[in-house]
């Protein structure tokens, strides 16, 4: 009886240790931009991984310190200007990783309740059909850390 409890128990322990030890959508290196003087919006960026053999769709965000959050690309239009697009949702390909950063995919913040200071944290829930909600802590950080982006211009 013993035996057959502590096989048992340990059974129980490698599938948590499976389960737990890779989750199907990993975000790493979430960051939000820092808002500027009398703009009150910001943008979220980060890389999300699909570990996972089927893929999945990232469909909301939502913030405590944003009223409204949309999904956005860059595109540049006929005229060779860069413009942001809303898209309802974000693709994530089975066993890729999709990469949100500026010039690209973001994620929108607009309405924001007050100024995101470099050094400071947001949280932001993300909704994704196949995983759920995850929610991520992001830093704030200046603007300066995308400076190449402008002095493109
Ligand atoms: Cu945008």
Do not use: C
Not at 19 to 32: E, G, L
Not at 34 to 41: E, F, L, R, V
Not at 117 to 128: A, C, H, S, T, V
Not at 135 to 146: E, F, L, N
Request: proline share 3%; net charge positive; aromatic share 6%.
């Amino acid at each position: 009886m013993l035996k057959k409890l502590s096989i048992f128990l340990i059974s129980v322990v490698l599938a948590h240790n499976v389960y737990a030890a890779v989750d199907d959508i990993v975000i790493s290196k979430p960051w939000a931009r820092a808002s500027i003087a009398d703009k009150n919006m910001s943008a979220a960026y980060m890389n999300i991984k699909n570990n996972s053999s089927e893929s999945d769709v990232l469909y909301k965000a939502i913030s405590e310190v944003a009223g409204k959050i949309e999904l956005h690309k860059v595109v540049i239009n006929d005229n060779g200007v860069a413009q942001m697009v809303e898209m309802n949702k974000i693709v994530i390909p089975a066993m890729q990783e999709v990469i949100l950063k500026p010039k690209g995919l973001h994620i929108m913040l607009f309405e924001i309740k007050k100024p995101l200071r470099d050094g400071e944290e947001i949280k932001m829930e993300l909704y994704f059909e196949k995983a759920g909600k995850i929610s991520v802590t992001m830093p704030i950080k200046s603007i300066a850390h995308t400076a190449d982006e402008h002095h493109k211009h």
